[in-house]
């Protein structure tokens, strides 16, 4: 008699360090045409980043001030990367809470979370710290509010054709531009949007 070949369990598919992209029925008007980087995803459920949503009404210095890392006053001076950070709309859960999505060249024992080969998440002040400074990461987008899933939320929403994922290069989730982004990460898929089926998708 000859023995069936043992089949090892088939691993379930985390998608950390990857980008979920709302399909444009997404009916939570929160995702449309959202493009949300997975920071960490495991059976017990999911947690991203938007990465192309502006906060409304705070910019960068504004919440420095908040957060008392600079003071209030006209000769607010920062380095040139500084200046360039925009407050952006990391999701709808813990909105008061930032985020940091940096490059890996900057890491805090215990706080840095290490993501992809050249991606970190940390939520400390200490990096906004470095930022003002101008001793934080080479790369870096600050997010207000994150997006989480519970056990299996995620999956459901991508069997019904929620999202789509794809792998997500470091350039597109620290690009400044943000109007473009969605429409930069469909084309990662190759996908016309245009022709998009209700056909669930997967990259």
């Known amino acids: 008699m000859i023995e069936k070949p043992h089949r090892a369990p088939v691993e379930p598919s985390y998608l950390d360090g990857q980008f979920l992209i709302a399909m444009p029925s997404m009916e939570d ?4 045409r959202s493009v949300v980087y997975i920071c960490a995803h495991s059976a017990d459920g ?14 960068f210095v504004d919440l420095l001030i908040q957060l008392d890392i600079i003071p209030d006053g006209p000769e607010i001076r920062l380095p040139a990367k500084a200046n360039r950070m925009i407050v952006q709309r990391g999701g709808p859960v813990e909105t008061g809470r930032g985020f940091v999505l940096h490059s890996a060249d900057y890491f805090i024992e215990n706080s840095t979370l ?11 002040l200490d990096i906004l710290k470095a930022i003002v400074a101008g001793s934080g990461p080479r790369n870096a987008m600050l997010a207000l509010g994150y997006a989480g ?7 459901a929403e991508i069997q019904q054709n929620g ?6 290069p470091a350039d597109l989730i620290f690009d400044p531009e943000l109007s473009t982004k969605y429409d930069r990460a469909m084309a990662l898929l190759g996908v016309d949007i245009a022709m998009l089926s209700d056909e669930a998708g997967h990259g």
């Open 163 to 168: 999202w789509l994922h794809c792998a997500a």
């Open 46 to 59: 999911a947690m991203g980043i938007v990465i192309n949503q502006v906060a409304p009404q705070i910019d």
């Open 29 to 32: 008007g929160r995702f449309a």
């Open 149 to 155: 899933w519970a056990r299996g939320q995620l999956e």
């Open 114 to 124: 290490p993501i992809a080969e050249n991606v970190c998440l940390t939520a400390t």
